[in-house]
């Protein structure tokens, strides 16, 4: 009786032997890496949770982002700032509001007046309310570049952020009043304003900060920004206008400027104040007719 003989084929995985441990093909190993690695660095973006504004912002803002608030007075841009602590409470994100113009007593007025218990969230470690004095921080600042001999490299945490708190988001309302406190020390202000960046973005902190400006600074043909080029290292620019229309109606506008990796809706659309709630953006009501901005 003859046996007939069947052809088995056989399939092998290349492997390597390490330290008397099994591993797979590198090739393989590289395909599986590569997703995982894809997986683990997938941005994270931020919804601030405002009535109508996360419909011109896409995905949302990126997590460690920072986004420059920038009009002229009584444009909106503390209520804009309150109305963002109020929603991303809500979230239950950790909020540092740091201010260097209005009391804490009363930054919690204005937040009652919007509904929000600040001493509830407070108590729950969700904020943090801090005024600060813009002048102490210049002085830091020229002491620290004294004594480092003007290198570029300065410690931003001692100066600024709270070394017992440990925030998601950070408001600075404003940016103006620091400025104003490096009065003709502009490289100085643009060395602090650099090193404060890069702390922000290091430690994953989102960061909305505060600008006023007397005029719009992006509308025209032409644009300067004297020695501070936050615009520049900001991530992301929102603007609040005044809108005059030509037959006397003043309203209230908001753009989106720019936000790096994000595809935003660019339009100028109508806002409003609520009493109770706070700012709320009009997505679809686009200003039309004749209209000057400022």
Same mark, same amino acid.
């Given at each position: 009786?003859?046996?007939?003989?069947?052809?088995?084929?056989?399939? @092998?995985?290349?492997?390597?032997?390490?330290?008397?441990?099994?591993?797979?093909?590198?090739?393989?190993?590289?395909?599986?890496?590569?997703?995982?690695?894809?997986?683990?660095?997938?941005?994270?973006?931020?919804?601030?949770?405002?009535?109508?504004?996360?419909?011109?912002?896409?995905?949302?803002?990126?997590?460690?982002?920072?986004?420059? /608030?920038?009009?002229?007075?009584?444009?909106?841009?503390? /209520?804009?700032?309150?109305?963002?602590?109020?929603?991303?409470?809500?979230?239950?994100?950790?909020?540092?509001?740091?201010?260097?113009?209005?009391?804490?007593?009363?930054?919690?007025?204005? !937040?009652?007046?919007?509904?929000?218990?600040?001493? *509830?969230?407070?108590?729950?470690?969700? !904020?943090?309310?801090?005024?600060?004095?813009?002048?102490?921080?210049?002085?830091?600042?020229?002491?620290?570049?004294?004594?480092?001999?003007?290198?570029?490299?300065?410690?931003?945490?001692?100066?600024? &952020?709270? *070394?017992?708190?440990?925030?998601?988001?950070?408001?600075?309302?404003?940016?103006?009043?620091?400025?104003?406190?490096?009065?003709?020390?502009?490289?100085?202000?643009?060395?602090?304003?650099?090193?404060?960046?890069? @702390?922000?973005?290091?430690?994953?902190?989102?960061?909305?900060? &505060?600008?006023?400006?007397?005029?719009?600074?992006?509308?025209?043909?032409?644009?300067?920004?004297?020695?501070?080029?936050?615009?520049? !290292?900001?991530?992301?620019?929102?603007?609040?206008?005044?809108?005059?229309?030509?037959?006397?109606?003043?309203?209230?506008?908001?753009?989106?400027?720019?936000?790096?990796?994000?595809? /935003?809706?660019?339009?100028?659309?109508?806002?409003?104040?609520?009493?109770?709630?706070?700012?709320?953006?009009?997505?679809?009501?686009?200003?039309?007719?004749? @209209?000057?901005?400022?």
């Amino acid at each position: 009786m003859k046996i007939k003989k069947r052809s088995v084929k056989k399939k @092998y995985v290349k492997a390597k032997v390490r330290s008397g441990h099994r591993s797979v093909d590198p090739k393989l190993e590289n395909k599986v890496a590569k997703k995982v690695v894809k997986k683990v660095i997938k941005e994270e973006f931020m919804k601030t949770g405002i009535p109508g504004m996360d419909s011109l912002l896409g995905e949302g803002i990126p997590t460690g982002s920072s986004v420059l /608030i920038e009009g002229g007075p009584g444009n909106g841009k503390t /209520i804009m700032a309150l109305s963002l602590i109020k929603s991303l409470c809500a979230q239950g994100k950790k909020v540092l509001y740091m201010s260097f113009e209005e009391p804490e007593d009363r930054l919690r007025m204005h !937040l009652k007046s919007f509904g929000v218990d600040a001493e *509830k969230h407070e108590k729950n470690g969700n !904020l943090y309310l801090r005024r600060f004095n813009a002048l102490d921080i210049a002085r830091s600042v020229e002491a620290l570049l004294s004594e480092a001999k003007k290198e570029l490299l300065i410690d931003v945490q001692p100066i600024l &952020i709270p *070394k017992e708190y440990h925030p998601d988001v950070v408001l600075i309302d404003s940016l103006s009043s620091i400025s104003s406190a490096f009065s003709g020390e502009s490289s100085r202000f643009r060395i602090y304003m650099e090193q404060l960046f890069r @702390y922000l973005e290091s430690n994953k902190i989102t960061s909305f900060l &505060i600008r006023e400006v007397s005029n719009p600074t992006h509308v025209g043909t032409t644009y300067f920004e004297s020695g501070e080029a936050v615009s520049f !290292l900001s991530d992301g620019i929102v603007i609040l206008y005044n809108v005059f229309q030509k037959n006397g109606v003043r309203k209230r506008a908001l753009e989106i400027l720019k936000l790096r990796g994000v595809n /935003i809706k660019r339009r100028i659309v109508e806002f409003d104040i609520k009493k109770g709630k706070g700012l709320i953006v009009y997505p679809e009501k686009i200003l039309k007719g004749d @209209y000057s901005l400022t």
